[in-house]
Each structure stands twice: as structure tokens, then as C-alpha cells.
């Protein structure tokens, strides 16, 4: 079964070289055989690089609510088979390009509730991240590359609750993999050009819920034939364009909190056939 450890931590400084990481095994297990570290409520403003150097059979480190803010270039050294990073609710305002290079097997990696504010073009260069969540930060800014190192590997992306108020034209153009892509509570009022999701062949879940959103344009979604839910609930919404949704697959359709007055069977285009869940 999964062995673990917690690890408890005082570096407030990030001055510390820390060499070893004291402890007891079980009688029958040693470094060797931890795969899972978790730290919470510690104070460290850098990822120690001797959890790695340590542990060098860790599938998953959790390093959450701990003052992290920085990145050092050693922090994942010899880290090949972690697949599942958190640093949530630390204090990272940007990430370093190739931050991740080391942690080659990198596949989920969590950076909720810090306080970015861009992503760094090639911050995510030599990893093979699927998920990546950044969710509530303070991101303003997208570049038009921020995500083209992973691009064949993503299939999802969370970036709820940030400060976007548009979306930078061409930022999700080579994420053809994508299958869940969430843009809840953002401003972003429209997008910027009506095929801004038009390459997102296999998206299945597309939230775009409290953003602001004073109309629809059925081109942003004609393209997504494989979309099973669609969130557009709680925006400024007062009407849906006929042919709204076309999707043959579109079984989900959130569209509460609006201030729409009329709904017509018109509106729901070819999905009318396969939604069954409108809230």
C-alpha cells in the first residue's frame, strides 16, 4: 500500500541547507519505499531539495498553506517519478521558466490559491502534465504560448476565479487534447474572436459560468462536437441567439443566474435532441 510521510518544516528564511530529513520506518521500510510527503501549515519560503534527494521513489509531494514563494532549480533534482504536485495556498506571484524540467514524469500539478499573476512562457517545458489547476489566483495575463509545451499532453485546465478580462487570442490553439476546460469567475465580458475555443476538437466540459458575459456567439461552440456540459449560468445573459448550441453530444446545459426572459426551442439549435440536464 502507499507509504507516507509528514514532514514538518521551519525555514522562514529559505537560508537553511537542509541534508537530511529525520525520522522512524517501519521496521520493514526505508527512504526507498516512500512514495507520498505531505506538508501543511509549515513555514518555508523554498521547496526543500532534499525531500527529493531523499525520497527518490516519491510519486506525490503536497506542500500546502507553507509561505512557499520560490522555485529553486534543484527543488525537484532526482524527483523522476513524481507524477501528482500541490503547492496550494502558498505565495508564488510567478513561475520560472523550466521550474518543473527535472520532475520529467510530472502529470498533475495543483498552484490553487497562490497569488500569480502571469504564467511565465515555458514554465511547464519537460514535464507531461495532464492536469493543471490555477485556480484563484490573481492572473491577469495569459501569453499566447503560456501552454504550447503542453499541449499534447493537457486535458484539463482550471483557471477559475483568476482576474482575466479577455482571453489572449490564440492561447488555447494547440491544446487539441483538452477535454475539461474551466473559466469560472473571471471578467471577461466576451472573447476575442468568435473562434477562440474553434481547435478544442475533444472538449467535453466547457464552464464559462459568472463571468460577466452579456452575449452568446453560437461560433464559439460550433466546433466542439464532442462538448457533454456547457456552464454559461450566472452572467448578464438577457438572450440566446437561435441555433445557440449544436453540439450532438451536449447532454448538460447550465444557464441559471441569467436574466433571460424568453427561452425558445429555437435557441437550442441540433443539442435540443441530446440535452437532457438544463439548470
Do not use: K
Amino acid at each position: 500500500g502507499l507509504y507516507w510521510c509528514i514532514l514538518g518544516i521551519q525555514n522562514p528564511t529559505g537560508r537553511a541547507a537542509f541534508t537530511q530529513i529525520e525520522g522512524e520506518h517501519h521496521s520493514d521500510r526505508n527512504d526507498e519505499h516512500v512514495s507520498f510527503v505531505t506538508a501543511t501549515a509549515q513555514n518555508t519560503l523554498l521547496i526543500p531539495s532534499v525531500v527529493c534527494q531523499q525520497f527518490q521513489s516519491l510519486e506525490r509531494l503536497d506542500l500546502i498553506n507553507s509561505n512557499v514563494n520560490e522555485i529553486t532549480p534543484s527543488a525537484f533534482n532526482n524527483c523522476t517519478r513524481l507524477s501528482h504536485l500541490t503547492l496550494m495556498l502558498n505565495n508564488f506571484t510567478s513561475i520560472p521558466p523550466r521550474a518543473f524540467a527535472t520532475a520529467t514524469n510530472l502529470q498533475i500539478l495543483i498552484l490553487a490559491a497562490n497569488r500569480l499573476t502571469a504564467i511565465t512562457p515555458g514554465a511547464f517545458d519537460g514535464t507531461q502534465i495532464r492536469e493543471l489547476d490555477l485556480s484563484i489566483n490573481e492572473i491577469t495575463f495569459l501569453h499566447p504560448t503560456a501552454f504550447n509545451s503542453i499541449a499534447e499532453t493537457l486535458n484539463t485546465l482550471r483557471i477559475t476565479d483568476n482576474r482575466l478580462r479577455q482571453l489572449t487570442p490564440g492561447v488555447f490553439t494547440n491544446l487539441v487534447n483538452l477535454i475539461d476546460l474551466e473559466l469560472n469567475g473571471n471578467r471577461l465580458y466576451t472573447m476575442p474572436d468568435s473562434d477562440a475555443f474553434a481547435t478544442l476538437v475533444n472538449l467535453e466540459i466547457l464552464q464559462i459560468a459568472n463571468c460577466g458575459l452579456e452575449f452568446i456567439d453560437p461560433a464559439w461552440f460550433a466546433n466542439l462536437q464532442a462538448l457533454r456540459v456547457l456552464e454559461i449560468d450566472n452572467n448578464e445573459l438577457r438572450h440566446l441567439p437561435a441555433n445557440s448550441f449544436n453540439s450532438p453530444n451536449l447532454v448538460q446545459l447550465g444557464i441559471a443566474g441569467n436574466q433571460l426572459s424568453i427561452l425558445d426551442a429555437n435557441m437550442f439549435g441540433t443539442s435540443i435532441q441530446s440535452v437532457i440536464n438544463i439548470h
